[in-house]
C-alpha cells in the first residue's frame, strides 16, 4: 500500500484540488456509462438474510431507474451505479421491471428493492409507482427494504408510505458520523444531524431505520478508518434498528478506482473490518457486515489464504451477534496487518486535532 495519500492529505483537503479529483471522477463516469434498456432490470438474486434473529432468504431486486440525482450532479467518490441507470425509464417499464423480477419469488421472506440511488426519490420512483411496487411487495413478503437517501425522508414522502411501515425498513447511507469525512472523503452533501433528523422522524412514525457506514473512505489510512468507523457506529447506535458496515469496494468509473490504480488506495484488510466489530461495544441495533467483493483485490482482503475463514467468521457474526465466531481464526498475514497499523499510525494526518469536528 502507498502511504503517499497520507503524506499530501493536507492539499488534498484544499478545495481546488478537491475540484479537480472530482471533475476527474464525472469524467471516467460519463465515459462509461451505459444507458440500460428500460424493461430489464439490472440484476436479481436470493440471499441469507436475518429477520427476527433467525436466518431466512432475501429477494434482492435492482431496478434500473433514470439514476440517482446526486450521481447525475457530481456523484460519490466511490460509487459506480450510475452505470446501471436507463435515462428512457418511465412508471411501465419500471413496472415490468418488478414484474419481471417477481418471477424469481420462491417463498423468501425478505425483499429488498435497490436503485441507483433513492426509492424515495420521485426522479426514480414516481409516487404512484411506489405505492403499486409496495402494496404488491407487502402482501408477499414479510420485511421490505427500500434505499434512500436522507433527505427524502420527509413528512410529507413517509405520509405517502404509511400503510406499509410495519414491514418496511429505510436503509440510509451515513457512511461517516464525521461531516468532514463524509464531504472531503465521499464528496456527498450530507450533515450527521440532517440524517438524526431524518431518522427520529422516521422512528416517531413508525418506521426501521437500516444505516450503511463507509469503511475506509479515501485519503484515510487503515488506523485512521478502523476509528471513524467504530466512532461511527457509536453515533449511528442512537438512531438506527441495524448497522451495516460497508468495505469500500473498487467500483468501476470512480474516483476510488482511478486512486486505486494509480496505487494510492487499497481496500481495507479484512482483519480491520474484525477489529472494528471486535472494538464497536453497541447494544440495541444489530450490527452487520456484507462486504461487496470481498476476498478479491477491488474488495476487502487478507492475503488470499484465510479470506474465506475470515468472512465466513463474519457472516456468522452478522446473524449470531457472538464474539465468539472470531476466537479461533488467525493466519500470518495478520503481523503483515499490525505492522501496516504501526506504520499508519506515524506521519499521520488524520488525526483527531485536525480531522475532528469541534464538539
Known amino acids: 500500500m502507498s502511504f503517499g495519500v497520507e503524506r499530501q492529505v493536507?492539499?488534498?483537503?484544499?478545495?481546488?484540488?478537491?475540484?479537480?479529483?472530482?471533475?476527474?471522477?464525472?469524467?471516467?463516469?460519463?465515459?462509461?456509462?451505459?444507458?440500460?434498456?428500460?424493461?430489464?432490470?439490472?440484476?436479481?438474486?436470493?440471499?441469507?438474510?436475518?429477520?427476527?434473529?433467525?436466518?431466512?432468504?432475501?429477494?434482492?431486486?435492482?431496478?434500473?431507474?433514470?439514476?440517482?440525482?446526486?450521481?447525475?450532479?457530481?456523484?460519490?467518490?466511490?460509487?459506480?451505479?450510475?452505470?446501471?441507470?436507463?435515462?428512457?425509464?418511465?412508471d411501465e417499464?419500471?413496472?415490468?421491471?418488478?414484474?419481471?423480477?417477481?418471477?424469481?419469488?420462491?417463498?423468501?421472506?425478505?425483499?429488498?428493492?435497490?436503485?441507483?440511488?433513492?426509492?424515495?426519490?420521485?426522479?426514480?420512483?414516481?409516487?404512484?409507482l411506489r405505492k403499486r411496487i409496495l402494496q404488491d411487495a407487502f402482501d408477499n413478503f414479510d420485511m421490505i427494504v427500500v434505499e434512500t437517501r436522507h433527505e427524502y425522508i420527509n413528512r410529507k414522502n413517509l405520509e405517502d408510505i404509511l400503510p406499509y411501515r410495519e414491514k418496511l425498513v429505510l436503509a440510509v447511507g451515513v457512511e461517516s458520523s464525521n461531516d468532514l469525512v463524509v464531504h472531503y472523503s465521499?464528496?456527498?452533501?450530507?450533515l450527521f444531524t440532517h440524517f438524526i433528523s431524518a431518522s427520529s422522524l422516521a422512528h416517531s412514525m413508525g418506521f426501521r431505520v437500516k444505516s450503511y457506514m463507509?469503511?475506509?473512505?479515501?485519503?484515510?489510512?487503515?488506523?485512521?478508518?478502523?476509528?471513524d468507523a467504530?466512532?461511527?457506529?457509536?453515533?449511528?447506535?442512537?438512531?438506527?434498528?441495524?448497522?451495516?458496515?460497508?468495505?469500500?469496494?473498487?467500483?468501476?468509473?470512480t474516483v476510488v478506482e482511478l486512486l486505486w490504480k494509480s496505487g494510492a488506495f487499497r481496500p481495507p484488510w479484512l482483519w480491520s473490518l474484525v477489529e472494528v466489530i471486535r472494538s464497536s461495544n453497541i447494544s440495541g441495533p444489530r450490527l452487520m457486515s456484507k462486504p461487496t467483493g470481498a476476498g478479491t483485490v477491488r474488495g476487502a482482503h487478507n492475503c488470499g489464504r484465510c479470506d474465506e475463514r475470515?468472512?465466513?467468521?463474519?457472516?456468522?457474526?452478522?446473524?449470531?451477534?457472538?464474539?465468539?465466531?472470531f476466537e479461533d481464526i488467525d493466519c500470518s498475514c495478520r503481523k503483515t496487518?499490525?505492522?501496516?497499523?504501526?506504520?499508519?499510525?506515524?506521519?499521520?494526518?488524520?488525526?483527531?486535532?485536525?480531522?475532528?469536528?469541534?464538539?
Do not use: H
Open 230 to 253: 467504530v466512532n461511527t457506529i457509536r453515533d449511528l447506535s442512537q438512531y438506527s434498528d441495524v448497522i451495516s458496515i460497508n468495505p469500500t469496494n473498487i467500483q468501476r468509473d
Open 93 to 128: 417499464s419500471l413496472w415490468q421491471q418488478y414484474l419481471s423480477g417477481m418471477k424469481n419469488f420462491a417463498a423468501q421472506r425478505v425483499l429488498k428493492i435497490y436503485t441507483s440511488g433513492s426509492f424515495l426519490d420521485t426522479f426514480e420512483i414516481s409516487l404512484d
Open 337 to 359: 496487518w499490525e505492522r501496516e497499523l504501526m506504520i499508519s499510525r506515524f506521519g499521520n494526518y488524520f488525526t483527531e486535532s485536525n480531522y475532528r469536528i469541534r464538539e
Open 10 to 90: 493536507q492539499s488534498l483537503l484544499s478545495q481546488p484540488l478537491m475540484k479537480s479529483i472530482r471533475e476527474a471522477g464525472a469524467r471516467e463516469r460519463s465515459k462509461a456509462r451505459r444507458d440500460l434498456d428500460p424493461y430489464s432490470y439490472v440484476s436479481c438474486w436470493t440471499e441469507d438474510e436475518v429477520m427476527d434473529n433467525q436466518e431466512c432468504k432475501a429477494l434482492v431486486l435492482i431496478l434500473a431507474t433514470k439514476g440517482c440525482s446526486w450521481a447525475l450532479r457530481s456523484g460519490c467518490s466511490m460509487c459506480g451505479y450510475t452505470n446501471e441507470s436507463s435515462s428512457s425509464a418511465t
Open 310 to 325: 475470515v468472512l465466513k467468521a463474519i457472516s456468522s457474526y452478522s446473524v449470531r451477534q457472538s464474539l465468539d465466531v
Open 214 to 227: 463507509m469503511f475506509k473512505p479515501p485519503f484515510m489510512s487503515e488506523s485512521d478508518a478502523i476509528r
Open 186 to 190: 465521499v464528496n456527498k452533501p450530507s
